[in-house]
């Protein structure tokens, strides 16, 4: 893996340098989201680490405005925070996985590897006409783009992955736990609204142009994805 770590904890930056090349793995290290934001348009890479605290611009804005310009590489999120509100705020800013410090080498590579896979840069052999529909949504899996009606769905890469497990598995109801697992990796507990977030998200866009639900809660158990369409 090539991946961006911005993180101002000067021992904690120079301890995953360490572990990352006896992994085998190449890690850029910035101090803050001003460098990273400078990096990556300079460079490409598999995966960003982002810390939450950090100065000039911090973890969540540079998670912002990377996403706001289009740009979908995978991003973990580390902060030494364990509000859950926080692991919401980077999840809304557009992160795909969020590792609380202190945190497990092991477990970081782990999640970090499960990223680069979900991703269509970790995924090179898809093949082009991979396509999956539900009525009039269109997925194209290859080029990672969503339509519905002919008219195009800008998704960032966690909403349109939550969407294609969905339509994968139209008709059938996919509990809140093995969507985080799908997903996140995790499971953040029946008092999480992080699902509920994304699923809020895939309704106002999907819907956008005054079509009809897709996806349809199932109270106390987890949504599913339908077409009423005849």
Not at 186 to 205: H, M, T
Request: negative net charge.
């Amino acid at each position: 893996m090539q991946v961006l770590l911005a993180e101002d904890d000067r021992a904690v930056r120079e301890s995953l340098v360490r572990a990352f090349a006896l992994e085998g793995h190449s890690l850029a290290a910035v101090t803050n989201g001003a460098e990273a934001l400078e990096h990556l348009r300079r460079h490409d890479v598999d995966a960003v680490v982002l810390d939450v605290s950090m100065p000039i611009i911090d973890g969540v804005t540079a998670c912002r405005v990377l996403r706001a310009e289009g740009n979908q590489v995978p991003i973990l999120m580390l902060t030494a925070r364990t509000d859950s509100s926080d692991r919401v705020a980077g999840l809304d800013a557009g992160a795909d996985d969020y590792v609380p410090k202190p945190f497990d080498l092991d477990e970081l590579f782990a999640r970090l590897r499960a990223l680069v896979r979900r991703s269509s840069r970790g995924n090179p052999d898809v093949a082009a006409a991979d396509v999956v529909t539900l009525g009039d949504l269109r997925l194209d899996l290859a080029g990672r783009q969503a339509s519905r009606g002919g008219v195009g769905i800008d998704l960032s890469k966690t909403e349109f992955d939550l969407l294609e497990l969905l339509v994968r598995n139209a008709g059938v109801v996919l509990e809140h736990s093995t969507i985080y697992e799908r997903i996140w990796q995790y499971d953040f507990g029946p008092d999480s609204k992080n699902l509920a977030v994304y699923i809020g998200y895939l309704r106002r866009k999907t819907e956008a142009e005054g079509g009809t639900r897709l996806i349809h809660t199932v109270r106390g158990v987890g949504y599913v994805a339908r077409s009423d369409d005849p």
